[in-house]
């Protein structure tokens, strides 16, 4: 009995522990889904389907090919063409103008400035009876102009006994007789050549001289422009080592005719720069080495004791064919004193005036050939490559007379 009792509990208890197994199993079981409601906006919209039309594609910053990895996790190599270096740019060589007839040509820049010279004097020429106040006017507008005193006194004493010799005077009359009073004045037996061609051997050599502010560089630039253009092969030394544009500038200037630049290092020794580019010249077989020296105050003694050692050292190699001293036309009287000092330092032998299209003081060639005793043998009319222009007497006088 015992035993049936104890059959019947396990079996009760099985059976009791089997429904719970069956009851946990039914309420893991998910539930049945929800019934369809209103779609959700915030879902990812369904794939499309064929011959659904494709959505528009989204702005999206695109990725290059160096950025995608390949499957195997490794990167393309992109293999870089080394840049192909550029050609140097070989500056074009200019033909210069010739200078034949140049300042002929520029005779009306330089009327422009000096008509008021020529005309006052014609006018006052003009009146019936020249008495004393007449002559001291004429004598005023000379000594306005620059031409100085003494040639202003010279030139005065010759119209007076031309115009008592002469007695009635027509327009034509006068301005004939002013152009030969002039001419005297300037100076047509003079030799204004630029001496380049030396008589025993090449190269020719001429150093340029002035003080500060003159045009010196660009006048030496010009002054190679002006024998190339007669055809002469032409070396330049950049002697200027105290102003940091000046060698840049004068191998600008020498690029654009085909001549070559002996330049030395900024602050340098000029004498050795001049040295240097005398022997180059000399290798190369140069016609004309054009020496740009330092711009000198008159006043300061060192600098100008300098310039005589530039001097001396490029003697060493070869004398000097000319020193050419440049003016600026528009300093008037204080030229002639930058004028005389210069000439006790170094010999010179021709002058240039730059500037001169830009002054009604044309009376300044006068004045200085007087001073130094040497002619003027180019001028500067502008600011153009070509407007350095050998000075010719009678082309100067028409321009300052008019026509």
């Known amino acids: ?3 049936v009792i104890l059959v019947v509990v396990i079996a009760v208890v099985v059976l ?12 893991k079981k998910s539930l049945p889904p929800p019934p369809p409601s209103a779609p959700d906006i915030t879902a990812p919209p369904a794939e499309p389907h064929v011959g659904d ?9 695109r990725r290059t090919i160096e950025e995608v990895d390949l499957p195997d996790g490794s990167a393309p190599v992109v293999v870089e063409e080394p840049p192909v270096p550029e050609a140097p740019v070989t500056p074009e060589i200019e033909v210069p103008e010739p200078t034949a007839g140049r300042l002929v040509r520029l005779r009306a820049r330089l009327s422009r400035s000096q008509n008021a010279l020529g005309k006052g004097l014609l006018t006052l020429l003009s009146r019936e009876h020249l008495d004393e106040d007449t002559w001291e006017e004429i004598e005023d507008i000379l000594l306005t102009a620059d031409v100085g005193v003494a040639p202003t006194q010279e030139l005065v004493e010759g119209l007076r006994e031309r115009v008592r010799v002469l007695g009635t005077r027509t327009p034509d009359e006068l301005r004939g007789l002013l152009r030969d009073e002039l001419l005297k004045l300037v100076g047509t037996d003079l030799d204004r050549t630029v001496r380049t061609e030396p008589e025993t051997s090449k190269p020719g050599i001429v150093m340029v001289v002035g003080v500060n502010g003159t045009g010196k560089t660009t006048t030496t630039g010009k002054l190679a422009r002006v024998l190339v253009a007669d055809g002469r092969s032409v070396v330049l030394g950049a002697a200027d080592t105290f102003r940091a544009a000046a060698a840049d500038q004068l ?12 330049r030395g290092p ?3 020794d ?6 240097d580019a005398v022997k180059e010249g000399k290798e190369m077989g140069a016609d004309v080495v054009l020496i740009d020296t330092a711009g000198r105050l008159h ?9 005589g050692k530039v001097k001396r050292v490029v003697e060493k190699q070869a004398p000097l064919d000319e020193v050419l001293l440049v003016l600026d036309a528009t300093t008037g ?3 002639l004193v930058q004028a005389r000092v210069f000439a006790e330092v170094v010999a010179i032998t021709g002058i240039v005036l730059t500037k001169l299209d830009g002054t009604a003081k044309g009376g300044i060639v006068i004045a200085v050939q007087r001073e130094l005793g040497v002619p003027v043998k180019l001028v500067g009319l502008g600011e153009g490559a070509d407007d350095l222009a050998p000075f010719e007497p009678e082309a100067f006088v028409d321009a300052l007379i008019g026509d």
């Open 270 to 275: 000029p004498a050795s720069v001049a040295f």
């Open 299 to 307: 006043t300061k003694t060192g600098l100008m004791d300098e310039l």
């Open 16 to 27: 009791g522990a089997l429904g719970g197994l069956v009851v946990g199993s039914r309420r």
């Open 1 to 3: 009995m015992d035993i």
């Open 266 to 268: 900024e602050g340098g």
């Open 251 to 262: 191998q600008t200037w020498g690029e654009r005719v085909g001549a070559h630049t002996v």
């Open 333 to 335: 009287q204080n030229g």
């Open 53 to 61: 039309e494709a959505e528009t594609p989204r702005d999206e910053p």
